[in-house]
């Protein structure tokens, strides 16, 4: 006698819940406010199926903000943050720049939807790294001083969305965007003369 859901069906679950996770964080990256029933008919799947697996969109939401923390974290996990400030920053803006763009925007759509000290959790790791090499970097006295490293990062990501931002309307190549990132970011970390 077999008990609990058939293994075909099981799979079938877990292929919808990756499809819908996928498609809100396709949706939230293009309007944060897209409702489930854009999210659903961008999975391929009916609202009730939707419901099935997340019972609200705030449920929906942090499953998006998770997934898309998780694939920056993988990212960030292969880039060598060692050396050189300069050169390790370069190397995290190249390799995760539309990653941590497209995070941002489902961040905001977090932001209406999760409690404050939620969001902050699930973003604390990936903040850490970051504000760690901005950190080491003042340290060393490659990055400015006169700015709290939190500021730095925060100036990073809303250059990164801005970018992403600039790409999807055709205003920027996407293959400009790491260099022009790099450049402006780097001149606005540097030391001023004096």
């Known amino acids: 006698m077999q008990t609990g859901t058939p293994p075909l069906r099981r799979a079938d679950a877990r292929h919808n819940i990756d499809r819908i996770i996928a ?10 406010s897209a409702s489930i029933a854009d999210i659903a008919h961008a999975a391929g799947v009916g609202r009730v199926t939707v419901y099935g697996h997340f019972p609200t969109r705030e449920a929906l939401v942090e499953a998006a903000l998770k997934r898309v923390l998780a694939d920056g974290d993988q990212v960030l996990k292969g880039v060598d943050l060692g050396g050189d400030p300069r050169i390790a920053l370069q190397s995290l803006i190249e390799s995760s720049w539309l990653l941590t763009a497209q995070a941002s925007a489902v961040l905001e759509a977090a932001r209406h939807s999760l409690p404050p000290g939620r969001i902050q959790a699930l973003h604390e790791s990936s903040e850490l790294r970051v504000h760690e090499l901005i950190r080491r970097g003042q340290a060393e006295g490659v990055f400015r001083q006169d700015l ?11 250059l990164m969305k801005g970018a992403a931002a600039d790409v999807s309307s055709g205003r920027l190549a996407a293959v400009d965007a790491p260099r022009w990132l790099v450049a402006t970011v780097l001149a606005a970390y540097s030391v001023p003369n004096g």
């Open 23 to 32: 498609a809100t964080v396709d949706c939230l990256s293009r309007q944060p």
């Open 148 to 158: 709290p490293a939190p500021w730095l990062t925060d100036a990073l990501h809303h």
